[in-house]
C-alpha cells in the first residue's frame, strides 16, 4: 500500500506511543456507549478501542491521515466511522457518551477562542452524564541544540526507504510551545532528503482548560494521569462530565 507521507511522519512520531491506551479504554468501559475520538489521525486510538469492542468514531481534519485509518480498519474486519471536521466547531447530527482528546490535541488549536468553540461543540454531542477527556502535557521543558543529549529518532520504514524523525529544540514562544523536529528520508538509491517541521502547541494548566470547561456547562470531574516513558512525556487527563 503507497502512504502519504505525512501518514508515515504520522505514524513514525506518534504512532508508537501506547502509554495512554489503558486509561481511553478504561474511561470506555466506565461510561458505556459511543465514543469519539478527536483528532484521530492514522487510527493509533480508535482501532485500539474498535479492537477492545468499543464503537468508535473518528474524527481528524486531515483526509490522508483518515483514509490511512480506514483502510487499516477495514483490514482488521473493524468498523470504524470517519469524520473529516474542524475539532473547533462541529455539528455531527449524533450524540456520544464519551470524547476523547487524546495526545495534546486540545494544546494544537490555537487560542481560548477555538478551545471554547469545541468545549461548546464537545457539549452539544456528549449524553447527559457522558464525559469529555483530553490530555495535556504541562511538564514540558525547552532544550536547545548543543545544550542537552537529544532524544532518540523516530524511525519508520516504507516502500524501501527510511524515515528518521529527530526532535532538535522545543521553545517558548508567545504562550506557545514550538516542538521542532528534522525530518530526514533516505531512500534505498542513498538520495538524502531532510526537511525542518515545527508543531505549536498552545501553554495553559489545567485548572484553566476545567474553568473553560465549567463556563460551557460541564462539572469537571478527578483528574486522571498518564505516566511518562522513556521516550515520551507525561500527561494530565482533564476529565469533564456533561
Known amino acids: 500500500m503507497v502512504l502519504d507521507p505525512l501518514v508515515i511522519w504520522h505514524d513514525a512520531e506518534c504512532g508508537s506511543y501506547a502509554a495512554d491506551l489503558a486509561l481511553w479504554r478504561s474511561l470506555a468501559s466506565e461510561t458505556p456507549g459511543p465514543v469519539l475520538d478527536v483528532g484521530a489521525g492514522s487510527g493509533r486510538v480508535a482501532l485500539d478501542l474498535a479492537?477492545?469492542?468499543?464503537a468508535v468514531t473518528a474524527l481528524d481534519l486531515d483526509p490522508a491521515l483518515l483514509a490511512a485509518?480506514?483502510?487499516?480498519?477495514?483490514?482488521?474486519?473493524?468498523?470504524?466511522?470517519?469524520i473529516c471536521a474542524d475539532a473547533a466547531g462541529f455539528d455531527l447530527h449524533r450524540d456520544f457518551a464519551l470524547i476523547l482528546v487524546p495526545m495534546q490535541t486540545i494544546q494544537l488549536l490555537p487560542d481560548a477562542g477555538a478551545r471554547r468553540r469545541f468545549l461548546e461543540s464537545a457539549r452539544r454531542h456528549l449524553r447527559p452524564g457522558g464525559r469529555l477527556a483530553m490530555a495535556l502535557a504541562p511538564g514540558v521543558e525547552p532544550f536547545e541544540p548543543g545544550?542537552?543529549?537529544?532524544?532518540?529518532?523516530?524511525?519508520?520504514?516504507h516502500d524501501g526507504r527510511s524515515y528518521v524523525s529527530q526532535p532538535v529544540a522545543v521553545r517558548r514562544a508567545g504562550g506557545f510551545l514550538e516542538l521542532e523536529r528534522r525530518r530526514e528520508t533516505v531512500g534505498a538509491d542513498g538520495i538524502h532528503k531532510s526537511e525542518r517541521d515545527i508543531i505549536r502547541l498552545a501553554e495553559f494548566d489545567p485548572?484553566?482548560?476545567?474553568?473553560?470547561g465549567t463556563a460551557a456547562g460541564f462539572t469537571p470531574e478527578p483528574q486522571r494521569m498518564i505516566a511518562e516513558t522513556t521516550r515520551h512525556v507525561g500527561s494530565r487527563v482533564v476529565v469533564l462530565r456533561a
Open 51 to 54: 479492537r477492545a469492542g468499543v
Open 147 to 157: 545544550l542537552v543529549t537529544l532524544p532518540d529518532p523516530d524511525v519508520a520504514e
Open 69 to 82: 485509518l480506514s483502510a487499516r480498519a477495514a483490514a482488521q474486519g473493524l468498523d470504524v466511522p470517519v
Open 207 to 212: 485548572a484553566e482548560l476545567e474553568h473553560e
